[in-house]
């Protein structure tokens, strides 16, 4: 076909060749070429087959290789019609790309599983971080505790048992197809729980192993699987474990944390004999821990030594209600101080200036003139002293005891021994598996008491201390720490017992609600209780008369302000004699415990340099 005929063609019919270009069909040897339109088709489908270099245009008024206007227009509708195929093509091969990567990320894709009832499981994906929990619906799972899984038929959920469980993800260790995790509840009881990947199942078991790997360790999970028999030294249930069938993130803990439950969980001998190895075990610091107290009470002594202080409040109370006492609640915010000699934290009231207690002192002698002759109370106690010390808070909790009395105070020395009788014998019996606990990091061995009260009097304590080598002066100074412990250790061996009384402090470093001793009034009827050579408690019989307790005021220095003069006042309308004793809740904890530092017995201490958290 001719030059000038094509350029006929193209003139009037460029998208016609273009398209006839890019049709790329073959043409029939019968078929007729009737116009230079079909002509053009031909030589576009011949030209398709090749590359554009190769084409070369005949011309009968041109020079020869030289194209003329229509030819290149042409050659610019094929390349361009050629550009926007190639382009078709690469966005519809982009487009199926997209759509597999979308597919394959669907299939996946772990998606957060809103469990609303049981009766539903089967339509829930069996892992995925669960939405959080608000409380949309109850859905029915029956959650079960660790301490009832076992291996054996006697086991509250044995073999062959489908459980759920909720705990906190202890460790957990992936190897291939296999994981192992360990679940705890409450600090002390652990299960383990294994999911091996499935070769009937592969995609789904593939997606369960993805999953577990992304749970961090001190997370919050939901876990079903059923109980089987194996050997698992490493936890507190040795004999079980769950094979997985269903796990979900409840709560997820940071990847990266403070430190570990378990570098906390490490007693002092452990840390201290790692040193000299290749992988020493971390030093936490003091502070650190209380930085982060949430974290340092996940560790199992830790854990125990907060349920030893419930415990020692409990004992408390069924030991006084069984003596036939009475639980009060007195007011912490006060018109003046309520003992002397000690700092208050004062406050703005309502344009007056209040205070918050020092104890509850007088207020439980105002519940004796109130006609209730046995009280007692648990609250918080407030001490604004700059004590920078490993036994001394700021605020501590209080347990408090108040009782009327015949003729003397040995009256609610017996009741108050009978009471430490109870706890320390509750303790050893009823939350032994709490004391094993932190007997483990912190070494203690149970304290040791008589049966009847062992109270020493003042002149004999002298006595023991200055054959102990001390300078007692004139036997009218407070007792030094050190000759508590002194003291202490001579008690222990020539009584044999670690809890003991002394009485008859002097007079002049006793508060001034203190009953002076009737032969000598420099000294008077109080008491202080010890563990271990250490005071626990400190009481008295109290001045009950309105006349000598205002003397006693005066002499003390003290100002009578509103606040004292209603407990004078209630003391003037007939008051039976009366005596009590203030105890530290966190100091028994301490010394029972034998622990090195006041703050590991209290869940966030208060004391001159924290009062956060």
């Keep these: 076909i001719s030059s000038a005929g094509i350029r006929r063609a193209v003139g009037s019919n460029g998208p016609s060749f273009a398209s006839a270009f890019l049709a790329n069909a073959p043409l029939k040897p019968s078929a007729v070429v009737s116009s230079s339109s079909a002509a053009v088709a031909a030589i576009a489908q011949s030209w398709a087959r090749q590359p554009l270099s190769t084409i070369r245009f005949m011309s009968t008024d041109a020079a020869a290789g030289e194209k003329t206007e ?55 994906a069996p892992m995925g971080d669960m939405t959080t929990v608000m409380s949309r619906s109850r859905s029915g799972r029956d959650f079960v505790n660790v301490g009832d899984v076992g291996g054996s038929d006697d ?59 992304s749970l961090t360790t001190e997370s919050m999970v939901d ?149 209730i002759d046995r009280v007692f109370e648990i609250g918080p106690v407030f001490r604004a002293e700059n004590s920078n010390t490993r036994r001394h808070l700021c605020e501590f909790t209080g347990l408090d005891l108040e009782m009327a009395i015949n003729d003397h105070y040995m009256e609610t020395l017996e009741v108050v021994h009978t009471m430490f009788k109870h706890i320390f014998e509750g303790l050893e019996i009823r939350w032994a598996r709490e004391l094993a606990a932190i007997r483990t990091q912190y070494d203690s061995e149970p304290v040791v008491f008589t049966d009847e009260p062992c109270v020493l009097h003042w002149p004999e304590a002298m006595e023991i201390l200055r054959g102990e080598g001390f300078d007692m002066g004139d036997e009218l100074g407070d007792l030094t720490g050190a000759q508590e412990l002194a003291l202490g250790a001579v008690v222990k061996e020539k009584y044999g017992t670690d809890f003991f009384m002394l009485d008859k402090y002097p007079s002049d470093i006793r508060p001034f609600y203190t009953m002076p001793d009737p032969a000598d009034d420099r000294f008077s009827n109080s008491y202080d209780m010890f563990i271990r050579g250490q005071e626990i408690c400190s009481g008295a019989q109290r001045c009950h008369d309105p006349e000598l307790v205002t003397k006693l005021i005066e002499k003390k220095g003290i100002e009578i302000g509103d606040g004292l003069k209603s407990y004078v006042d209630s003391f003037r309308h007939g008051v039976s004699p009366h005596a009590g004793a203030g105890i530290g809740l966190e100091r028994v904890v301490f010394l029972y415990l034998g622990l090195d530092n006041v703050r590991k017995a209290s869940m966030f201490p208060r004391d001159p340099n924290r009062c956060t958290p």
């Design 155 to 213: 086991a509250k959920f044995g073999p062959g048992s489908k459980v759920w469980l909720r705990g906190r993800l202890n460790s957990i260790r992936i190897k291939g197809g296999s994981c192992f995790l360990v679940i705890r509840q409450n600090s002390f009881d652990t299960v383990q729980a294994i999911f091996f990947k499935d070769k009937e199942n592969p995609e789904k078991s593939a997606k369960m192993i993805k999953y577990l790997k």
């Design 70 to 124: 229509e030819e290149k227009a042409a050659l610019k509708a094929v390349r361009e019609a050629r550009k926007e195929e190639k382009e078709r093509q690469k966005a519809e091969k982009a487009a199926k790309k997209a759509a597999k990567k979308e597919a394959e990320e669907a299939a996946n894709r772990i998606d957060e599983v809103t469990y609303l009832s049981a009766s539903e499981q089967e339509s829930y």
């Design 223 to 371: 876990l079903e699987g059923t109980v089987s028999t194996a050997e698992v030294r490493s936890c507190s249930i040795q004999d079980a474990e769950l094979v997985i069938s269903r796990v979900h993130s409840v709560s997820k803990a940071d990847a990266m944390l403070p430190f570990l439950v378990e570098d906390a969980a490490r007693s002092e001998k452990e840390v201290e004999e790692s040193q000299e190895t290749d992988r020493p075990f971390p030093r936490l610091g003091q502070e650190l821990r209380l930085d982060n107290r949430w974290l340092d009470l996940r560790a199992p002594a830790n854990n125990a030594i907060m349920r030893i202080q419930s415990a020692v409040c409990q004992l408390f109370r069924e030991s006084l209600y069984s003596q036939g006492f009475v639980e009060i609640h007195t007011p912490k915010l006060i018109a003046g101080e309520s003992e002397s000699g000690a700092g208050v934290f004062t406050t703005d009231y309502f344009g007056t200036t209040a205070c918050l207690a020092q104890s509850p002192q007088l207020y439980k002698q105002m519940a004796i003139a109130s006609d």
